[in-house]
């Protein structure tokens, strides 16, 4: 099983216990550095930038860049990746992290093609490596690590895990529970393509042990069935922590791809109704607005 | 995008999988000179992109002249699910044996490609019986795969050899091309042994179409969609009165899933994206501005990178040039949203504490 907590924290002793390493790919981007610049602000410790043919340069004054992920990671043996480059060469740029000894790699880009995500899996799988994304906001332990895009306001220490496909819902989901009470541990983002480099069973599995975790939000969206398989999972383990769900698109038209290259709904596969109907069978009350779920959530908790 | 059934069949014969005669046309004059070409009998197939073209009455069997003056007309005006006719195929008629189905699609749970096929095919997917299913990874399908289908299934000798040749070639099509999904059914047993495909459904990745030059010909989307994806936001039409404007596609489909509950009726899904800047949400207005129909925006942010304040100066300009004249309603949280709503205050745009109320002042504000 992924110790993601490991991944991001280290261990008490580490002597970068919750200090971890990240490199930033595409540092010198409009995009890459803004980010950049916010995870830094956040409290996340960025060690390195890649830009091809900026190597020797300093991002503001201080983080060294490198031509090349190989020489990022040996100069710093970060283990941590986040990728900002446009989706055309995002495979590239993954296999070269991932042949550097990247062990966590955090796919920001929308728009990469399905083929090339699946290659960078094929080669994760053999290299013992993780991916989230691609089409992700990111992922955080909030008021720790922020890996990602996600703006900070909405987010706060807690213990409930978020997991989400859409970057806009998770920020609103969990900004309602912040107000509520419920601060997070973790939030993940699945993100909306069609194929998931840690799909919501693989998040799932990677929170589901988090010893003192209240709670789980799960925010799907229409499109594919990994709720349906997640919902089926949570039957099959028994997992009983408080859980809710969001699912948006219950109005979308079918064969129509609303916005995320993943949310269509094909004949009946991907709907809402059959994601909805699949929680309700796992005993997980599926919120009907994004401000109802701090409510539901309530009442699983008080019932515990 | 979903290719038209000729327009599959355009691949399916490049890639030299077995197709019975047929041509495609837009009008009737041009529709009679195929007939002629061609000769009776034939099939008249009405091109929509969705499936259950049989029941709606989309395929007719045309004998002689006097039937396709009358059907091609007929099948030429069907709308089916909201879909009109783009073309009319005729198709060479068929003296069949068995149907059989035959498809290669991306399994998204399990991440890989999968084939599916039955002897028992020409239904739709979901009720096809005594399904074969291979996981093939990146799609391809080695000699012995195709081999072990065509034995499960129970074909032999001619029927056998060409199964095989029909699912290898299917594969190639399906890694050239980055399909999503590629259909063929009914893939037909003819009396004579050999293998047809009879319909063809492919879906290609979107995401690499800028690998796939040769594939845009095939693009179907209103001018509207298209220059929403040159701004870098993402539109669907529908067909409400309700405009829906957000950033990020989960908090937009959420806004016209509520809307909807409260008895509205979107007239688009309009994503302003993650870079959304003042020009481009000008260029969102303008696309909205065009729409039919529409009575009234609802406006959902929450911003985050995107300023609400960004979005709170097209506005205020699209005001000014008298671009928008119709009521908005709307919702800002996040970054800058005090200063977006001082922004706003006292212009056409209605401001609310929480998307439910923005979404009953809409709903109650604009009737039909």
């Known amino acids: 099983m992924t110790d993601i907590f490991g991944l991001l924290k280290g261990k008490p002793g580490d002597s970068d216990y919750e200090h971890k390493g990240v490199i930033v790919q595409g540092i010198t981007g409009a995009y890459g550095s803004l980010h950049a610049k916010q995870m830094i602000a956040y409290g996340t410790n960025i060690v390195a930038g890649v830009t091809p043919g900026k190597g020797g340069q300093k991002f503001e004054d201080k983080v060294p860049i490198f031509n090349t992920m190989k020489e990022a990671v040996d100069a710093t043996n970060a283990k941590i990746s986040i990728v900002f480059v446009p989706a055309k060469f995002f495979l590239s740029a993954a296999k070269e992290a991932l042949e550097s000894g990247i062990k966590l790699l955090v796919a920001i880009p929308e728009h990469v093609p399905i083929r090339d995500t699946m290659k960078v899996l094929d080669l994760a799988n053999k290299k013992g490596a993780i991916i989230i994304g691609p089409n992700t906001p990111g992922i955080m332990i909030p008021e720790l690590i922020k890996i990602g895009i996600m703006p900070p306001m909405p987010f706060k220490a807690g213990k409930i895990a978020v997991l989400s496909k859409s970057g806009t819902l998770l920020y609103e989901i969990s900004d309602a529970l912040t107000t509520s009470g419920f601060g997070q541990s973790i939030t993940i983002g699945i993100g909306g393509d069609p194929v998931n480099g840690t799909r919501l069973i693989d998040a799932f599995e990677m929170v589901k042990d988090i010893p003192d975790m209240e709670g789980l939000v799960i925010v799907g969206e229409i499109g594919g069935d990994s709720e349906e398989i997640l919902a089926q999972r949570i039957i099959d383990t028994g997992f009983n922590k408080p859980t809710v769900a969001y699912i948006a698109g219950r109005a979308a038209p079918k064969e129509k791809r609303m916005g995320h290259a993943g949310a269509i709904v094909m004949g009946n596969y991907g709907s809402a109704e059959s994601k909805v109907s699949m929680f309700n069978k796992a005993n997980i009350p599926v919120a009907k607005r994004p401000a109802e779920v701090p409510v539901l959530l309530a009442g699983k908790i008080r019932l515990e | ?368």
Do not use: W
């Open chain 2, 1 to 368: 995008m979903q290719l038209l059934e000729f327009q599959a069949k355009e691949l399916f014969r490049e890639y030299g999988i077995n197709l019975l005669e047929s041509i495609s046309s837009t009008n009737i004059e041009d529709g009679r000179k195929h007939a002629k070409k061609l000769g009776y009998p034939f099939v008249i197939k009405i091109q929509v992109p969705v499936g259950g073209r049989g029941k709606a009455g989309g395929i007719q069997k045309c004998q002689n002249d006097d039937e396709f003056e009358l059907k091609y007309p007929q099948v030429m005006d069907l709308t089916i699910k909201g879909e009109k006719a783009r073309a009319i195929l005729l198709e060479k008629m068929a003296d069949i044996k068995k149907e059989l189905y035959l498809s290669i699609f991306l399994n998204r749970s399990k991440r890989c490609y999968t084939i599916i096929a039955s002897a028992e095919g020409g239904v739709e997917i979901e009720s096809v019986k005594n399904q074969i299913i291979k996981e093939v990874g990146l799609g391809d399908v080695s000699d012995e795969l195709a081999k072990e289908v065509a034995k499960e299934m129970k074909l032999e000798g001619k029927t056998a050899e060409q199964f095989i040749d029909t699912l290898k070639k299917l594969s190639k099509l399906t890694i050239e091309k980055e399909a999503e999904l590629v259909e063929i059914n009914p893939l037909a047993i003819m009396q004579d042994g050999s293998v047809m495909a009879l319909d063809g459904k492919f879906v290609t990745d979107d995401n690499s179409n800028f690998r796939h030059d040769e594939l845009q010909k095939y693009q179907e989307k209103t001018a509207n969609e298209v220059q929403a994806e040159k701004s870098g936001f993402s539109l669907v039409e529908l067909d409400g009165n309700i405009a829906v404007v957000g950033n990020g596609a989960g908090l937009v489909m959420s806004t016209l899933d509520m809307l909807s509950d409260n008895g509205g009726k979107p007239a688009c899904f309009l994503d302003v994206g993650g870079g959304a800047t003042t020009e481009s949400v000008y260029e969102a207005l303008t696309l909205i501005s065009r729409l039919p129909r529409v009575k009234g925006i609802l406006v959902n942010l929450y911003g985050g990178i995107v300023k609400t304040t960004v979005v709170a100066e097209a506005f205020l300009q699209a005001y000014e040039n008298n671009l928008i004249d119709m009521p908005v309603f709307s919702r800002l949280k996040g970054t800058e949203s005090e200063k977006a709503k001082e922004m706003l205050r006292g212009s056409r745009t209605k401001i609310f504490d929480s998307v439910e109320e923005a979404i009953n002042a809409a709903v109650m504000g604009i009737k039909k």
